[in-house]
Nanobody, 129 residues
């Protein structure tokens, strides 16, 4: 059974950092790309990042301007999203997904895993003083 579970969210002051984790089960990370998304109150869900199965490629939303980094540990079946220089506008529920869909500096990038479209339950990130 495919499952994704996010953790690591919380309350952080502007300028601070957080690392989110996405623990997966039911499949191996070295076969599929994994994306991070977020949804702020009253806004549409947007793609944040994507990491390829081989880790050779990472993609980021152009709006982030280099503040976020995605990585993974295949042995731990976990994907990470390191978020630095956080701003109040980063406040959102963050999700991981067996798919990617985002606007990068080079254009749009989309990916759908052959095993299906699965989402985690999300983790809340609040950036506030």
């Amino acid at each position: 059974q495919v499952q994704l579970a996010e953790s690591g969210g919380g309350l952080v002051q502007p300028g601070g950092s957080l690392r989110l984790s996405c623990a997966v089960s039911g499949f191996t990370l070295d076969r599929y790309n994994i994306g991070w998304f977020r949804q702020a109150p009253g806004k549409e869900r947007e793609g944040v990042s994507c990491i390829s199965a081989s880790e050779a490629y990472t993609y980021y939303a152009k709006s982030l301007k280099g503040r976020f980094t995605t990585s993974k540990d295949n042995a731990k079946s976990t994907v990470y999203l390191q978020m630095n220089s956080l701003k109040p506008e980063d406040t959102a529920v963050y999700y991981c997904r067996t798919g990617c869909d985002l606007q990068t500096d080079s254009g749009s990038y989309s990916y759908t895993a052959s095993l299906g479209d699965y989402w985690g339950q999300g983790t809340q990130v609040t950036v506030s003083s």
